[in-house]
């Protein structure tokens, strides 16, 4: 199994990924893992991965460019644009089932056990570690095949989320452990079929999410206004500051139903 990891901090991994498990599946050849630095992307001489957010507001956003390159050469093919993937960003992505595109994000689906054990079935995992406030929202539209999360709480990027990650996911492949049932007698484990629920750990790049703010972060855009047919949306360049709350608003009430449900009883 190969996991590549895409990131601005490619040094981060030198220590995670030599100890324990993971550093013995890829002394045996049960993994690859491949870090690249998203910096090789950029065509500036500052070597520049961000850009302020489009309708205002703190921090600075990843620019889509060259994070859809950096995946794109990783899988040989370009994942197209909004006139030959369609509008709602349709299209394989990957270009291969046995291929996932994960995107780090506070504001993602919740990884669980039984998300485990889904990446271990796959073939290639492809891990784009956000930074920062956080990543043009046409990556997670249309580039990535989805976006998660390790828990309910911010951290300074998705570097540390991945690694945790690919330890959940190594482990559960055949040959990780040295017992075959320690990955079976476990909590989280599938016990007659079913599954014992149970929360996981930590995120990326966003906004708190959880009882003191019970929605998701509204999605983030920055330069270009226009990618590859996709364009940002018109009321974060319009310049009116009330209409762009609203439309934030609206538009984190969506992505909470959408990735997280159970917390829409939560909003005020």
């Known amino acids: ?54 309708g205002g507001g703190e921090g600075m956003v990843l620019k889509p460019e060259p994070l859809f390159q950096a995946v794109e050469a990783l899988l040989g093919h370009s994942v197209g644009d909004a006139v030959s993937s369609g509008s709602s960003g349709g299209g394989s992505r990957s270009g291969d089932p046995a291929t996932a595109i994960v995107l780090m994000s506070a504001a993602g689906k919740l990884f669980r056990q039984e998300t485990a054990r889904r990446y271990a079935k796959l073939s290639r995992v492809i891990f784009i570690c ?23 709480f911010v951290l300074s990027g998705g570097e540390l989320p991945a690694v945790m990650i690919l330890d959940a996911v190594t482990r559960l492949l055949p040959g990780a452990l040295g017992n075959e049932d320690s990955s079976v007698n476990e909590s989280f484990a599938e016990m007659g079929g079913g599954r014992i629920e149970g929360g996981a750990s930590p995120a990326p790049t966003s906004e708190v999410v959880g009882q003191a703010r019970a929605l998701l972060d509204f999605p983030h855009y920055t330069r270009p206004a226009e990618f590859r047919g996709w364009s940002v949306p018109e ?3 319009g310049g009116n500051h009330a209409e762009v709350a609203k439309w934030r608003r609206a538009a984190a009430v969506e992505k909470t139903r959408r990735n997280r449900p159970e917390l829409i009883g939560q909003a005020k």
């Open 130 to 152: 956000g930074r920062y406030e956080g990543v043009d929202e046409r990556v997670a539209q249309h580039l990535a095949t989805e976006e998660v999360s390790v828990g309910d």
């Open 1 to 54: 199994m190969r996991f590549d990891l895409v990131t601005i901090f490619p040094e981060f991994f030198a220590g995670p990924l030599q100890h324990g498990i993971v550093r013995r599946a890829q002394e045996t050849g049960l993994i690859a893992v491949n870090v690249q630095d998203l910096r090789e992307f950029t065509k500036d001489r500052h070597r520049t991965v961000d850009d302020r957010p489009f």
């Open 235 to 237: 009321v974060l360049i």
